[in-house]
């Protein structure tokens, strides 16, 4: 757990998989998107991404967002419950396991810091450099635009919703910075329009259970044993904030 203080007026979200680093022993990812209240701290769960170091380092606060096999690491679906848990028993292991495996690319760093593979990866790998390049030259955000599916190997992967569309480009760049550390190569196959319509109605975004009830907030899941979703919704039942992800894709078997 880390503490996270909002300095603004304003609330904000920190979208799952986000990496920090500053004041910290080690480089640390959100385990689950969080939000916190204008002028308010909150204790974040995290999972740590620089299994070779406990001390102070130098790092950026902001280090992007991580790879969508860290993200999905270490969750499993309760079949009874119908939604998808952390185990907590294996979280941190299999994080680990998705970092080595994404240092195997081009060599095992002093630390093994997820921050310094996807820094260094994304000016040296080709297929990385390349996507995230197309990314910047060729997204084109509209206006008012407040959420977004990213389908790779024509197939849906992901699908992330806000109710505030401010700062959508920067989070839509990072995820798909992320998600390019989990391809490959460079054969783009579009996506079938019936594919993506079974995945948004497997989201199940209108039948959500409630796994945590709070004054302001409430935190809901719900999706199915393919289809992971999580959301925050406000104390009028508006939503806040929302991410489904597609766990029959190769990209996030087995982790």
């Known amino acids: 757990m880390i503490e996270v203080h909002n300095p603004t007026e304003e609330d904000f979200v920190i979208p799952s998989g986000w990496i920090v680093g500053a004041n910290l022993l080690q480089v640390r990812t959100f385990n689950h998107s969080e939000l916190v209240k204008a002028g308010e701290s909150i204790l974040a769960d995290v999972s740590c991404v620089e299994k070779g170091r406990w001390g102070e380092g130098q790092n950026e606060t902001d280090g992007g967002r991580a790879p969508l096999s860290v993200i999905g690491a270490g969750w499993d679906y309760d079949a009874e419950r119908k939604f998808w848990v952390i185990d907590r028993n294996s979280r941190q292991s299999r994080v680990w396991n998705q970092v080595s495996r994404q240092e195997s690319r081009s060599g095992v760093r002093s630390t093994s810091s997820l921050q ?25 955000i509209y206006d008012e635009q407040n959420g977004f599916l990213v389908a790779v190997d024509g197939e849906p992967l992901l699908m992330e919703v806000f109710s505030d ?3 959508i480009e920067k989070t839509i760049q990072e995820t798909i910075r992320g998600i390019s550390f989990d391809i490959a190569h460079l054969d783009f196959e579009p996506a079938l329009d019936g594919d993506v319509r079974r995945f948004v109605e497997e989201t199940n975004l209108g039948g959500l259970n409630p796994i945590q009830i709070d004054d302001w907030a409430s935190q809901f899941a719900g999706g199915n044993h393919g289809v992971d979703t999580k959301a925050t919704k406000d104390r009028h039942g508006l939503l806040i904030h929302s991410i489904s992800l597609n766990r029959r894709h190769r990209i996030l078997m087995e982790v």
């Open 165 to 167: 569309s401010r700062n």
């Open 116 to 140: 310094q593979i996807m820094t260094e990866d994304s000016e040296q790998a080709a297929v990385q450099s390349r996507i995230q390049q197309i990314s910047r030259n060729s997204l084109k």
